[in-house]
């Protein structure tokens, strides 16, 4: 069971088996982790924020380099206009980057590398901003799929390049945060693994890779959430200034 | 306080330096993100080309055709969005 690799992404349930409609609700230790992580979230940003000291202390000091962190990324890649949508894009943030740092403590469940969560996660917001871009500009927002300055003969052709292409976005934004989690993971419990079976003389040399790719693991946790971040930003960016 | 115009010119040119190394550690990070994104993204548009072409494939039963079609349309598209994101990189 231990040397099992995959082992660590079971999902199972803890307590009595819940049932609505025929549709299994009951709680798992899925999440139990997202809970966790979003309580981790409140407790962090609390304890931030519990003195508003003007020469801040150490916990508010952190809070206030996340705050800056993804305000400045909204206005630099948005712009202005997408101020009003800051509570989703920093809460965001924080519950991937916080799901993704509670999987890499020992025993935990890394609730980020299911792709049914990242990829729910990246369908609400593609349908958001789809709908974000209709309300915004009615049916001016097709014209996204409808590049200017093609030939007529290409263009139905072109359209339905864009629609794919516009399509492929909750798909690649899923898989990307995903495929990446469920890899390293992967990857830290197969050298630990090696570890065991090579014992006490060859051991050191794949307990070393693991030192080096817990920290490389934690540096893709950040990149990661950071990405998910910029990327919903970006998609905004297209709902909100119409360019094409 | 005769110091006091040097201190304020010292206070000016270490803000400013540090806004610089936070700039360009930013920089770094989202390069590194976008190294990242390339891949996913044209794979992406290629699946989800493909899956379109197989759905519609079942609608109208022309079995193989729309979905060859659509994979290359797919792969298309995927090449289209990795040139935005160089291009997005590049700015």
Redesign the interface.
Known sequence: MATNPMHQFNVYRIGPEVKIAGIDISFTNSSLFMLLSAGAICIFLLLGTREKKLIPGKMQLVAEIFYNFIAKMISDTAGSKAKPYFPFIFSLFMFVLFCNMVGMFPYSFTVTSHIIVTLIMAMFIFVAVTVIGFIKHGFKYLKIFVPSGVPVLLLPLITIIEIISYLSRPVSLSVRLFANMMAGHTMLKVFGGFVISLGLLGGWLPLSFSVALTGLEILVAFLQAYVFAILTCIYLNDALNLHH | MTNFNDFKTRLKIAKSNLKKTDEDS?KE??F??NA??LG??L???V???TI?GFILDSWFGTTPWLIVI?FF??A???M??VVRTAK?MQK
Do not use: M
């Open positions: 930013a990070a989202s590194l993100g990242f994104k996913t993204e794979v992406a548009a699946a989800v080309g379109i659509f349309v797919g298309a598209a995927g289209l969005n997005r």
